[in-house]
T-cell receptor, first 113, second 114 residues
Framework: KAGVTQTPRYLIKTRGQQVTLSCSPISGHRSVSWYQQTPGQGLQFLFEYFSETQRNKGNFPGRFSGRQFSNSRSEMNVSTLELGDSALYLC????????????FGPGTRLTVL | AQSVTQLDSQVPVFEEAPVELRCNYSSSVSVYLFWYVQYPNQGLQLLLKYLSGSTLVESINGFEAEFNKSQTSFHLRKPSVHISDTAEYFCAVSDFQGAQKLVFGQGTRLTINP
């Protein structure tokens, strides 16, 4: 079975721009969750989607949004980028949700200049 | 709100020595507990998890963790480490009532010296 894939792997943007990251879950997984990883804050939960509905949300501003498609693929969008948004963005998929084993992708490294 | 504290940011040990990585959590409801591992240049992967039942859980590569409800801890141990255990280890907690979040600790970087 193919693992979780994320595209692109690397991104460089400037302040004020917006960015869209993509995540393809393991086949059969209906839950996709997103995380931000930084040296200072560690791994922080952004949100979780299950069957095209946002089911859970972390403590991030509204500039961070996401969606999930009928094939379970998910996108995360960040608008009006700030320098502090530079991070590794990880997505994970699972069968049932956040109480289930999460299978993580390799991440998208976003650098905001 | 849940929180997870990993008491040591870095743990250096010699090969074949025992190791304990400490994790404490706080939550007002019952929780599920996880240890994830991130090997160099690899993605995060599950090491072991506690959902219910026996408070001692084991992984296939010799790690074990014990859920201690009274001390709200889920420490990770291995009696004898190998060079290949060098990685960053993350403790995580998820509640199973109400709004669910998966909260991670800050991580512990385990370095094995020959």
């Amino acid at each position: 079975k193919a693992g979780v894939t994320q595209t692109p792997r690397y991104l460089i943007k400037t302040r004020g721009q917006q960015v869209t990251l993509s995540c393809s879950p393991i086949s059969g997984h209906r839950s996709v969750s997103w995380y931000q990883q930084t040296p200072g804050q560690g791994l922080q939960f952004l949100f979780e989607y299950f069957s095209e509905t946002q089911r859970n949300k972390g403590n991030f501003p509204g500039r961070f949004s996401g969606r999930q498609f009928s094939n379970s693929r998910s996108e995360m969008n960040v608008s009006t980028l700030e320098l502090g948004d530079s991070a590794l963005y990880l997505c994970a998929s699972s069968l049932a949700g956040l109480t289930d084993t999460q299978y993580f992708g390799p991440g998208t490294r976003l650098t905001v200049l | 709100a849940q929180s997870v504290t990993q008491l040591d940011s870095q743990v250096p040990v010699f090969e074949e020595a025992p190791v304990e990585l400490r994790c404490n959590y706080s939550s007002s409801v019952s929780v599920y507990l996880f240890w994830y591992v991130q090997y160099p240049n690899q993605g995060l992967q599950l090491l072991l998890k506690y959902l219910s039942g026996s408070t001692l859980v084991e992984s296939i590569n010799g790690f074990e963790a014990e859920f201690n409800k009274s001390q709200t801890s889920f420490h990770l141990r291995k009696p004898s480490v190998h060079i290949s255990d060098t990685a960053e280890y993350f403790c995580a907690v998820s509640d199973f009532q109400g709004a669910q979040k998966l909260v991670f600790g800050q991580g512990t970087r385990l370095t094995i010296n020959p």
